[in-house]
């Protein structure tokens, strides 16, 4: 089965860039997703990347993705105390059998000053 | 209305009683999920719908978990029996479609439903 393993924390100085890292073993997997939730607060759809492609940039957000090794980051430039909050990557397969997503376990952004 | 919406937003039961859990999800989105975060278990998908087609339950951790949605808008998630393990927040999405495409196949999350079962 589809199994997605992240780092339970990271801790960066705010206007350091932040990288958190996705590990997944669907190979299958069609899209890619990061996922933001602050406290008390439902998931915030951050950003995607199709599994053809090897990078996305939004704004400060940079997305790359390495299929061979299965293994997706988020790059965060400039990052801010509002940043803070805990990151899931999630994967959806490309079977059919809808789009049901597996979540990493998340990984928990403290921005310090 | 804007973006889907759960109710209640906290609910606290006794064990062994039935609870129910609303879910609106976006004007328009024709796919529906449930899931549910907990300490232990992280965030795992329970069931789906997808317009008039039989769901998907393959997530569901038991028989006493049930879902429904009616007129392909509005789903409840029915807890029958709660057991203090079912305490978690329960989150639903909703998608415009399951098509293969991002633009319609995204998922919106709403503000999840805090369950405690004392």
């Known amino acids: 089965g589809e199994d997605v393993e992240q780092s339970l924390f990271l801790s960066v100085r705010e206007g350091d860039s932040s990288v958190i890292n996705c590990t997944y073993t669907d190979s299958s997997s069609t899209y890619l997703y990061w996922y933001k939730q602050e406290p008390g607060a439902g998931l915030q759809l951050l950003t995607y990347?199709?599994?053809n492609m090897d990078m996305k940039q939004d704004q400060r957000l940079t997305v790359l993705l390495n299929k061979k090794d299965k293994h997706l980051s988020l790059r965060i430039a400039d990052t801010q105390t509002g940043d803070s909050a805990i990151y899931f990557c999630a994967e959806t397969p490309s079977w059919g059998g809808g789009n049901k997503l597996t979540f990493g376990t998340g990984t928990q952004l403290k921005v310090e000053l | 209305g804007a973006g889907v919406s759960q109710s209640p937003s906290n609910k606290v039961t006794e064990k062994g009683k039935d609870v129910e859990l609303r879910c609106d999800p976006i004007s328009g989105h024709t796919a529906l999920y449930w899931y549910r975060q907990s300490l232990g278990q992280g965030l795992e998908f329970l069931i789906y719908f997808q317009g008039n087609s039989a769901p998907d339950k393959s997530g569901l951790p038991s028989d006493r978990f049930s879902a429904e949605r009616t007129g392909g808008s509005v789903s409840t998630l029915t807890i029958q029996r709660t057991q203090q393990e079912d305490s978690a927040v329960y989150l639903c999405?909703?998608?415009?479609?399951?098509?293969?495409?991002?633009?319609?196949?995204?998922?919106?999350f709403g503000p999840g439903t805090r369950l405690t079962v004392l």
């Open positions: 999405a909703s998608s415009l479609s399951v098509s293969g495409g991002h633009s319609t196949d995204t998922q919106y």
């Open positions: 990347i199709f599994s």
